[in-house]
Every structure is written in C-alpha cells, then in structure tokens.
C-alpha cells in the first residue's frame, strides 16, 4: 500500500530525501500552497508535513477525507484546528524540540538587546549622531529574571541566564518543582513582583490569553522590562503599549504578534523602547533543519509503522 504525503509548505530538502526515502510513500512537496490551492489539493493526501505558511481549518480538514495525520515543523499548531482534527479522526504531531535552542538563542539576545540599547544605538550611529548619554543601560548581572512557562525553552532560557549571575524565578503550573538548580518556582503574583525582566514562554490557553495586561502590568516592578516570543496573544498589545508609553514598562522586545505579519498601525510597532523582529524565534538555518527532519520523520513511521508521538490532540487516540 503506498500513502500520499503532500508537503504544502516551505521545508528543508532533508526532510523531503526522508520521505522519499522510505518504501510505501509518495511525496507531492509543492512549496508554500496559497490557502484555496492548498485546500483543493488536500482532498487524496493521507498526511501532510506543515509550518507556519499553512492554516489547516476546518473547512480545510472537511476536504480531507483520507487525511490520518499532520506533521508541524516546530511547536506551534496554533494553525491547526485541533478540535475539528479530532472530530475527523487526524493525529496532529509536532517537534517541540527543535527549535529550542533557537528560540532560547533569541531570547537572550533580545535581553541583552533590552538590556544595553543595541538595536537603537545602531540605528542612531547609522543616522549620523552620537547618542552615548541617551542610551546608559543596565546590566545582567544581579538582576532578577522571571520566566513564565518553564517547559524545553523556559528552562534553555535559565540555563543561559545563569551564566549572566541573574536570579532566577519560574512560574508554570505543571512543573511543580524546578529541575535546574538555581531556579526558584513562585506563584505568578511574585514573578511580576520581584522580576525585573520578565520572559514569556507559555502556550496560548484561556488562562494565558492576554495575560500581561493592565491588572498584571500594575502589579510589576516600575522600569520592568518584557520579552515575548512565545506567542502574541499573550499580551494584550494596547495595555503593554500604554505602560511603555508611561514608563511603567522601561522597555519590551517583541517577536511575536496575534496577526503575522502585523499591520502598520500595531500600537507596538514604532515605539522607541519596543524591540521588533518578525517572528525569529526558530529562524536558524540549524533549527529549520532540524524540525522539518523530525516532522519527516514523524509522519515516516507513523504511516509505516503505526507509531505516534508528540501528539497535540490526544483525545483522537480515544
């Protein structure tokens, strides 16, 4: 029996030798699909290998009818309808590991970035003018850092910051203890208390949604400093704006938006003390390697021989 794999989206080629590789699978690798081009070509796939280019709907899924498995290149599946992938019986899989180190990487460089006015400093020198007194920044070391969420990344995070001499608080209310010495597991109210970067790396849930806003931001360390790239819907974008605008927040860097790309007006695009960069986070040439193998690999054996991890919907296992 030969199963149809379509790969409607932009991986690297070592994930495509994968597949055509192995006995019993035919691979159609189209590159990014537009959405109705994608949804029409769907229709004879028995799983398909994704990133972000794609949203699998549930119209989408409606069209689908021999489709038993999704592959995510990467963490996010915030481009799945999980629940209309359950009711039509499709395991959705993704490859939280891969991009760990990329994303932590980041993180740290947008700290820094927070931290010492580099991507200012740049623009300014590139303007012609010598700013140095206008850009007197802080340092690492002896400040207290906050992660909220201490999964893979979080805990990479820590890891790197524990070379910078920061204090170390985590908040996440599935890892009851923290299993990387120095690192102290506090309620989120003390996290916003005592922190004086906060770092976010939760997944979008009705608790999370929004979850920096303006009751969480008063209860913040005045000159706090905020990074985000997890997930825009994180953070209420016009509450974080007015805080930096007053100063209650000294500075946020920002990597990620509810609508990618985000539109001109976003309230936190242009801000003097707001760092933007489009959506980084697994943006090494290592990382994309990585992730679009395991997804490969993924969808590999759990056509051929029936196994399945990292699966994002569970109750489709019944």
């Not at 008063?218 to 007015?242: C, S, T």
């Not at 489009?278 to 759990?302: K, M, N, W, Y």
């Amino acid at each position: 029996m030969t199963f149809h794999v379509l790969v409607p989206d932009d991986v690297d080629q070592a994930a495509l030798d994968i597949l055509n590789a192995a006995e019993g699978l035919q691979v159609t690798a189209t590159g990014k699909l537009p959405q109705e081009e994608f949804k029409a070509r769907i229709v004879d796939a028995d799983a398909i290998v994704i990133r972000s280019g794609v949203k699998v709907t549930a119209d989408v899924l409606a069209n689908a009818p021999k489709l038993k498995a999704i592959a995510r290149a990467g963490v996010g599946v915030d481009n799945v309808d999980l629940e209309a992938a359950t009711r039509h019986g499709v395991v959705v899989m993704n490859t939280p590991g891969g991009n760990t180190i990329a994303t932590a990487e980041l993180t740290m460089g947008l700290m820094l970035s927070l931290a010492r006015f580099i991507p200012q400093g740049d623009a300014s020198l590139k303007a012609g003018k010598w700013e140095r007194k206008h850009m007197v920044g802080v340092e690492l070391r002896g400040k207290t850092l906050g992660i909220v969420g201490f999964g893979r990344i979080g805990r990479a995070v820590a890891q790197r910051a524990r070379a910078f001499e920061m204090r170390l608080l985590a908040y996440d209310p599935f890892v009851p203890e923290s299993p990387i010495e120095g690192v102290r597991m506090v309620d989120l109210d003390t996290l916003y208390a005592q922190s004086d970067f906060i770092t976010l790396h939760a997944l979008i849930t009705e608790e999370t949604q929004h979850m920096i806003n303006a009751q969480s931001i008063a209860k913040m360390k005045d000159g706090v400093r905020i990074i985000n790239a997890a997930r825009g819907a994180l953070i209420n974008d016009q509450d974080l704006a007015a805080a930096l605008k007053s100063g209650k927040v000294a500075g946020a860097a920002v990597d990620v938006y509810e609508v990618e790309p985000p539109p001109p007006n976003h309230p936190l695009v242009g801000l003097p003390n707001v760092i933007d960069t489009p959506h980084l986070g697994a943006s090494t040439s290592d990382a994309q390697v990585t992730v679009a193998i395991e997804a490969a690999e993924l969808i590999r054996d759990f056509l051929l021989k029936g196994e399945k991890q990292n699966v994002c919907n569970p109750a489709v296992l019944g």
